[in-house]
């Protein structure tokens, strides 16, 4: 009895939960310039925040897949991606070359302490977050499996189109 008690209540609290403020934390772009998470806040737009490593090779083959449909998601929905890299500092010229080479074209952040990933929930790499215009993330997801960008997809439209 306890434990329907307690799913109901989760149940109920999940939606709370999911429209969480963006955390404010000050990371770096791929030209070392400053920029604040909490600049995501109220964009006017879905945004989209893929984390990633180099050495990750789902976040890779994810991103990639992204990369593909970016100027027609971009088009359809107005949305952005910023692509957030959990590399430590050390490798950042690792970072700057996987992005170089598969061409993508969206924004690069640089959380090298994991820092944002924390703040967000993310226990591991690839997440996922998608954070609705007016600023509160209403999707997450950890892990990837082909074809899974086009359920992403279906979430972005949804915000986009309020």
């Not at 604040?36 to 050495?55: C, D, I």
């Not at 950042?92 to 959380?111: F, M, N, P, Q, T």
Request: charged share 20%; proline share 5%.
């Amino acid at each position: 009895m306890r434990l329907k008690i307690l799913t109901f209540i989760l149940a109920l609290a999940a939606p709370l939960l999911m429209k969480a403020e963006v955390p404010s934390i000050q990371l770096a772009n791929m030209n070392g310039e400053k920029v604040n998470t909490a600049s995501l806040e109220a964009p006017g737009h879905p945004v989209v925040v893929s984390f990633f490593a180099t050495w990750c090779k789902p976040c890779i083959r994810e991103l990639t897949a992204i990369a593909d449909l970016y100027p027609d998601w971009q088009d359809e929905t107005g949305m952005e991606l910023i692509a957030v890299s959990i590399d430590i500092a050390q490798d950042e010229a690792k970072v700057r070359s996987l992005v170089e080479s598969h061409g993508w074209e969206y924004a690069v952040w640089l959380d090298q302490n994991s820092e944002f990933l924390k703040a967000v929930g993310g226990q591991a790499v690839p997440y996922v977050l998608l954070i609705a215009p007016d600023g509160k993330v209403v999707y997450n997801h950890m892990g990837y499996q082909d074809g899974q960008e086009n359920a992403l997809y279906e979430e972005i439209k949804k915000v986009a189109n309020k």
